[in-house]
């Protein structure tokens, strides 16, 4: 959710940075070479999620514990509002999970700092020759692989129809309409619907601010770790936003800000109240689920003359430097990216995979939801877009500081122009720059 939905982390970071530290100092522990376990061993794996990607998560283990009979996987799983923080204060203790599930740029975050072990070392265990090259590179690092992208994943606008419906306002043509479009749509929505729904669930969001830049020929991040937008593009993402929540087609500023990092049932799509929210599509299925509503997702608005979307790993697989167990950590990994089984089971909740034989294998299972997903991100990954480059140490912090001062701007204690300096002065600092 990371991107995908990254939490509040400068506390992560600096216990982090005290992890870092204590891996140098306890440099003569190392953890074990990649070879065979003799006896039956414990890995703990952790990822964060719902209760139905927990329940999803916890069959594919089930799969692999059967097929490797001496491996046994603790699972380790919450919200993503504190996954982060208990993760750096785990990797501080040196008592890091053996294989931790990430997003964003937390990969770079943590391979940077030593937290992370090089999967080079476990290549007997761990194949990774059937993926496709552009989800290989999403989890390298200075070019050495540190994750395992869980599957393919997009910026989209997920849809209510029925909302539509009951409001009278037309669906858009997602192949031509401008975000000027997209918030005179969202503002004739709430005024037709009943106190409480409104036409898209959120103002704008970090991810977002990345699609903005790329619409404008810029990037969130430069290939070389330096910020790639200017302070125009800035300004005007935070003015978006601020006329969103202002005109009512999305929540005021006390609305937004109690909505920040809630569980998917818990939002306004996830409880039927909005028309629209600007989501990642891997969320399309749970969305659809919560909502008890045919969801549907439509491209960006904006996309023309330039496209800001982008083809993401929605997640990696990583494992701790520190893991005494690297070659059983390994084989999970293994498993949940290369097995049928795990395929089968996992169908499309971390994206659609990056494994052509694992999207073969899952496509006649795939519900209706998990379908639309993938169909959607078939559709983008036929667009000329320009590349990603994975945030530099430092750039987990950007995205907390892109929500603090948008909570100023919408409550407005800010200007959108002062917002826009602040962001700048911050982000660069937060990235060494």
Same mark, same amino acid.
């Given at each position: 959710m990371t991107r995908h939905g990254m939490p509040r982390i400068r506390q992560s970071i600096a216990i982090l940075s005290a992890a870092a530290m204590?891996?140098?100092?306890?440099?003569?522990?190392?953890?074990?070479?990649?070879?065979? @376990?003799?006896?039956?061993?414990?890995?703990? +794996?952790?990822?964060?999620?719902?209760?139905?990607?927990?329940?999803?998560?916890?069959?594919?283990?089930?799969? +692999? @514990?059967?097929a490797n009979p001496t491996i046994k996987v603790k699972p380790e799983y919450g919200d993503i509002g504190g996954y982060f923080d208990k993760l750096a204060t785990q990797m501080a203790a040196n008592d890091a999970p053996d294989v931790i599930t990430m997003g964003g740029a937390y990969p770079a975050e943590y391979a940077n700092r030593g937290a992370l072990l090089d999967l080079s070392k476990v290549e007997g265990s761990l194949d990774l020759s059937k993926l496709d090259q552009g989800a290989r590179e999403n989890g390298q690092v200075k070019g050495k692989?540190?994750?395992?992208?869980?599957?393919?994943?997009?910026?989209?606008?997920?849809?209510?129809?029925?909302?539509?419906?009951?409001?009278?306002?037309?669906?858009? %043509?997602?192949s031509t309409w401008s975000w000027d479009d997209f918030a005179r749509i969202a503002g004739d929505i709430t005024a037709k619907s009943p106190k409480g729904t409104y036409g898209t669930a959120t103002v704008l969001t970090h991810d977002s601010l990345d699609a903005f830049a790329r619409q404008r020929g810029e990037s969130l991040y430069t290939q070389d770790g330096q910020l790639g937008l200017g302070k125009e593009t800035v300004r005007d993402y935070f003015d978006y936003s601020l006329k969103l929540s202002e005109s009512g087609a999305a929540p005021s500023a006390s609305e937004t800000v109690e909505k920040l990092n809630v569980s998917t049932e818990q939002t306004l799509m996830g409880m039927g109240k909005a028309g629209m929210m600007l989501t990642w599509s891997n969320s399309l299925t749970a969305l659809s689920k919560a909502s008890g509503a045919d969801l549907k997702l439509l491209k960006l608005p904006g996309e023309k003359p330039t496209p800001g979307i982008w083809l993401q790993s929605s997640q990696f697989y990583t494992i701790s430097a520190r893991s005494n167990h690297t070659d059983a950590a390994a084989k999970l990994v293994d498993f949940l990216v290369n097995n049928q089984a795990a395929a089968r089971i996992i169908q499309s909740d971390r994206g659609i995979p990056g494994n052509a034989d694992m999207r073969a294998a899952i496509q006649d299972g795939l519900t209706?939801?998990?379908?639309? *997903?993938?169909?959607?991100? %078939?559709?983008?990954? =036929?667009?000329? +877009?320009?590349?990603?480059? $994975?945030?530099?140490?430092?750039?987990?912090?950007?995205? *907390? $500081?892109?929500?603090? $001062?948008?909570? %100023?701007?919408? +409550? =407005?204690?800010?200007?959108?122009? =002062?917002?826009? @300096?602040?962001?700048?002065? @911050?982000?660069?600092?937060?990235?060494? =720059?």
């Open positions: 204590l891996a140098v100092t306890a440099g003569c522990s190392s953890p074990s070479s990649n070879k065979a @376990e003799d006896g039956p061993v414990e890995i703990r +794996f952790s990822w964060w999620g719902n209760a139905g990607r927990a329940d999803l998560t916890n069959k594919a283990i089930a799969e +692999f @514990e059967a692989q540190y994750g395992v992208s869980t599957g393919a994943n997009a910026l989209a606008i997920v849809v209510n129809p029925a909302v539509f419906t009951a409001a009278g306002v037309p669906m858009p %043509d997602d209706p939801q998990g379908k639309v *997903e993938a169909g959607y991100i %078939d559709q983008i990954g =036929k667009m000329d +877009f320009a590349p990603t480059y $994975i945030g530099p140490t430092g750039s987990t912090a950007v995205s *907390e $500081i892109t929500a603090r $001062i948008n909570t %100023d701007v919408l +409550f =407005k204690r800010l200007t959108p122009e =002062k917002a826009a @300096e602040q962001w700048i002065s @911050e982000s660069k600092a937060a990235i060494g =720059k």
